[in-house]
């Protein structure tokens, strides 16, 4: 067992703050969350660290699978936004990492080249308004026309929708009640004929570009079904491959991102603010708050990267995965709830971060699988009975 970060590790955490630091300062990331956007243009810079190729082999113009610096790339980015983090998830992960694992050779050679340089984004359609947790029940629908297809139906909570090159959608292609064997993924553009967006507001993850997206006759290539002609029908195998294990972690890696930096925050500000003439970090309840949340923080972390390093080595990882989403999403808003307890009145206010990390942690239990789909996994992957 070896816990040392390794040296590329610790250097590619340096020169993403540095990054921020730079192109996304606390007060900008303030005014984005306030406007309710994020630039793509943020996605250059994120580029040029170097960090897209990480999910793309040598031979196509990656750097090579590296799963741990991936997440750490999304923990960075999302301490100071997760809409920062997702914004390189649109990228590596929704986008290269689901190329790399379901898509045609053809596909592979056409796109992993732009992701791996940082050129294309996906946003992922999957839910739809009737459709959450039970995916399987898709209904928008997709029809071959010869070597077209047409696409009509509503998928909502398309996160990027407005910034991204493709929305990997999920769509039935054949009868309804064979649930996940008629389920087929293709890749469609926002800018297509007939695809019209309605943007979303929510409570937190804003700048996330969360939208309605409605395909009326919507006209795509069949070389667009992920997978070319052979993935006509194969949607759920595709779906529920090895990019789904890794899906698990990037909400953890959001999750853990977020926490790390509200306790930061709450750790910086209890020895600048004093009450009865003394700073709050030498009263013990203060102190006791800040102890139990960089416990749990500790916790996160090595379920996170434990999870990682099975993903790395090609080791089954569905129960932890799992485990690790769950555990960051559900102790990750604990963490962010105590932190703004020690900063009070400050924690709740416009102008700092802590009311925002808090938003944001509230979606970390919903997105990704939620917290009740998480353990049902482990339960059933675990093998416990039902009867
Ligand atoms: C801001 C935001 C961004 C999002 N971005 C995207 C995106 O980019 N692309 C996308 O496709 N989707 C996206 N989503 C949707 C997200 O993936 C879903 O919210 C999630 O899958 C859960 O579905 P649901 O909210 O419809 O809840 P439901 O599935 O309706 O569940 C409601 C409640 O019932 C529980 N429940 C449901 N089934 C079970 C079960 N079998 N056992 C136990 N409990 C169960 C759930 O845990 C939950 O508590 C986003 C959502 C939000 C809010």
């Not at 914004?87 to 050679?109: R, T, V």
């Not at 997206?213 to 070389?223: A, P």
């Not at 079904?225 to 029908?233: D, I």
């Not at 953890?252 to 930096?261: C, D």
Request: glycine letters at 10%; aromatic letters at 6%.
């Amino acid at each position: 067992m070896d816990f040392g970060e390794p040296e590329h590790i610790g250097m590619l955490r340096e020169s993403i703050r540095r990054m921020l630091e730079r192109h996304a300062p606390r007060e900008q990331m303030a005014k984005w969350d306030v406007e309710d956007r994020v630039p793509r243009a943020l996605m250059d810079q994120i580029r040029d660290l170097g960090v897209c190729g990480m999910t793309v082999p040598e031979e196509y113009g990656g750097t090579g699978r590296d799963i741990l610096a991936t997440m750490v790339t999304v923990e960075e980015l999302s301490r100071r936004s997760m809409v920062i983090g997702t914004l390189f998830l649109m990228n590596a992960c929704y986008g290269s990492m689901n190329i790399l694992a379901s898509g045609s050779l053809e596909q592979k050679q056409r796109l992993l080249p732009k992701l791996a340089n940082g050129e294309l984004l996906f946003a992922y359609g999957l839910s739809e308004p009737d459709v959450g947790s039970d995916l399987a029940s898709v209904t928008t629908r997709a029809e071959r026309k010869g070597d077209k297809v047409i696409i009509n139906g509503n998928k909502r909570w398309c996160s990027g929708a407005e910034i991204a090159d493709y929305i990997y959608a999920l769509v039935r292609t054949g009868d309804p009640d064979a649930r996940y064997k008629n389920l087929s993924l293709v890749l469609i553009p926002p800018t297509a004929k007939g695809v019209t967006l309605t943007h979303i507001p929510a409570l937190g993850a804003r700048g996330l570009n969360t939208n309605d997206v409605s395909f009326d006759n919507v006209e795509i290539s069949i070389d667009d079904v992920v997978g070319g002609e052979e993935g006509w029908n194969q949607g759920w195998t595709k779906l529920a491959g090895p990019a789904l294990e890794v899906e698990k972690l990037e909400v953890a890696a959001m999750a853990l991102g977020i926490a790390a930096q509200a306790v930061d925050d709450a750790w910086e500000y209890s020895q600048q603010r004093r009450q009865f003439g003394k700073r709050i970090c030498s009263i013990q309840s203060i102190r006791h708050m800040l102890a139990d949340a960089q416990t749990k923080l500790a916790a996160t972390r090595l379920m996170l990267y434990r999870g990682c390093w099975l993903a790395d080595n090609d080791l089954p990882c569905s129960v932890e995965t799992s485990m690790a989403k769950m555990f960051a999403g559900e102790t990750g808003l604990d963490i962010v709830l105590t932190c703004q307890k020690v900063m009070g009145a400050y924690g709740y206010a416009h102008g700092f971060d802590m009311e925002r990390h808090v938003r944001d942690m509230l979606l970390m239990p919903i997105i990704g699988g939620s917290t009740a789909i998480q353990k049902n996994n482990i339960a059933n992957r675990m093998g416990l009975p039902k009867a």
